[in-house]
C-alpha cells in the first residue's frame, strides 16, 4: 500500500481529513516496551492544531485512543493500533472545490486518478491531518530509542529567508529537549521571533511562507544501513517525502557540497576518547548508506501552504474554462513549525527499523558500541 512503510516495523496510515477520524497501524513494536502515556501525548501537543496565531485555528484534542497493542501501557507484540478522532472539520468549506482545483493541492490529480468519488474534504487521504496519527507512532519510536542512548530532534532551521543557527557538530539529548519545550521549534528565540513576524506579515497579505527543518540523530550505532538502494539515506528519505508538504530532503551538506571542493566537503579522520570520529559532518553521518556513528544530520524543505486568501488562476472541470479561486476555510499562513516533531517522528520510526532489522527483534541482546562516538576500537574485529 502506498500508505505504509517500513520493513520488519510496518506503519501503516489510515482516515480523511474530515472523515470521521485518522489512525495509524504499526505491527513490528517488540514486546514488552513500556509507554509513558503522558510523554507521548506532550509530543503530539507540539503538533497539534490550534495552539497560537501562527497556526490554523482548527481545533483538534489529537488524544490517541489505543484499540490494541497496549496492555497496562506496555506493548504486548500485537500490532498496535491508534485512532484519533476528527471534531473540528468544516466540510462545508470544500463544496465547490469539486469542480475548481485548488493549486499547489492534490484536488487535481485525486480527481484524474478516483474521479469524483475522490475525497478533497481538507486534502482528504492527502492532509497534513494524517500526521497527527504518524505522530503516535513516532512518539512510540522515540521512547523505544531514548532507552537505549539513541536520540531524535529537530528544529526550524528557516522561514522564508529568517535562519535559525544550524545544529553544532555534536548536538546532544539536552538540547533536543529544550528546543521542545519551547513553544516555537528554534535554537535561537531572536531568529524565532524574527520568523514569527515574518509569518504575521505574510498572513495579512493573505498570503503563506514555507520553511525548512533540520533533524539530527544521535547515538546510532557505526555500521547501521546497507550500501545504494538500502542505505540510511535511502530509507529515511523515502519515508520523510511522504510528509505532505515536503519537497525536498538533503543529508549532512547536501547540495552545498556540489559547490565544494574535495578538500573540503571530505570530512577528516581522527581519533577521540578512543573512538573513531570525524572533524567535520558534512557527509550527514552516513557514508556509503552506512552509518558512521557521527550525528545523522538530515535537512527537510517544506513548500508554503498552497491554501492562501489572495486570488488564484484554476480551471472549471465542467465547463473546461479558466476561473479565478478564492479559498474559504482555516489554514496555517505557514505549516513548517508544526511539522518538526513530525520529522522527528518519521526519522525515529526509520532508524528503529534499521536497527530492527539488524540487531534482531530482542532489544535486550542489542550491543551498539560507539554510540554516537563512531566505531570503538577495531573495525575489522568483533
Known amino acids: 500500500m502506498s500508505s505504509e512503510f517500513g520493513k520488519l516495523l510496518r506503519v501503516s496510515v489510515f482516515g480523511q481529513s474530515h472523515g470521521d477520524a485518522v489512525g495509524v497501524l504499526v505491527d513490528g513494536f517488540p514486546a514488552g516496551e513500556a509507554v509513558d502515556l503522558p510523554a507521548l501525548q506532550a509530543f503530539l501537543n507540539r503538533r497539534r492544531p490550534g495552539k497560537d496565531p501562527l497556526s490554523t485555528p482548527r481545533q483538534e484534542r489529537d488524544e490517541p485512543r489505543f484499540l490494541s497493542g497496549l496492555v497496562g501501557g506496555v506493548t504486548c507484540g500485537a500490532p498496535l493500533c491508534a485512532v484519533m478522532e476528527n ?45 497527527a496519527p504518524l505522530c503516535v507512532a513516532g512518539g512510540i519510536a522515540l521512547q523505544i530509542l531514548a532507552r537505549r542512548g539513541i536520540f531524535v530532534g529537530a528544529h526550524l532551521a528557516s522561514v522564508g529567508a529568517e535562519q535559525d543557527t544550524a545544529f ?30 515574518a509569518i504575521a506579515h505574510t498572513r495579512e497579505e493573505g498570503d503563506s511562507l514555507g520553511g525548512i527543518i533540520e533533524c539530527a540523530a544521535v547515538g546510532l550505532p557505526a555500521g547501521l544501513g546497507s550500501p545504494m538502494f538500502g542505505g540510511v539515506e535511502n530509507r529515511l528519505a523515502a519515508a520523510l517525502f ?44 552516513s557514508l556509503g548508506g552506512i552509518a558512521t556513528g557521527m550525528p545523522v ?11 492562501i486568501a489572495k486570488p488564484q488562476q484554476t480551471v472549471s472541470l465542467s465547463t473546461r474554462e479558466d476561473t479565478e479561486l478564492r479559498i ?3 489554514h496555517d499562513p505557514c505549516i513548517a513549525h508544526r511539522a518538526v516533531p513530525v520529522v522527528e517522528a518519521i526519522t525515529a520510526l526509520v532508524v528503529l527499523d534499521l536497527l530492527l532489522e539488524q540487531y534482531g527483534t530482542d532489544l535486550k541482546s542489542w550491543k551498539l558500541e560507539g554510540n554516537g562516538h563512531g566505531i570503538i576500537g577495531d573495525p575489522g574485529k568483533d
Not at 114 to 124: E, K
Open 328 to 330: 474559504r476555510g482555516r
Open 168 to 197: 553544532p557538530l555534536l548536538p546532544d539529548a539536552a538540547l533536543f529537549a529544550a528546543v521542545a519545550a519551547k513553544d516555537f521549534p528554534v535554537l535561537s528565540d531572536e531568529a524565532g521571533a524574527r520568523m514569527r513576524a
Open 87 to 131: 471534531t473540528g472539520q468544516y466540510s462545508g468549506d470544500y463544496a465547490v472545490l469539486a469542480d475548481t482545483p485548488r493549486p499547489g493541492h492534490a484536488d487535481y490529480t485525486a480527481r484524474v486518478k478516483w474521479g469524483a468519488c475522490a475525497d478533497l474534504r481538507g486534502g482528504g487521504h492527502s492532509s497534513g491531518r494524517l500526521t
Open 242 to 285: 511522504g510528509i505532505p508538504a515536503v519537497k525536498g530532503v538533503e543529508f549532512g551538506a547536501g547540495f552545498a557540497a556540489a559547490r565544494s571542493c574535495g578538500s573540503e566537503n571530505n570530512d577528516a579522520f581522527t581519533i577521540r576518547d578512543g573512538a573513531i570520529v570525524t572533524k567535520t559532518n558534512h557527509a550527514g553521518g
Open 297 to 307: 544530520v538530515l535537512r527537510v524543505a517544506v513548500k508554503p501552504t498552497p491554501s
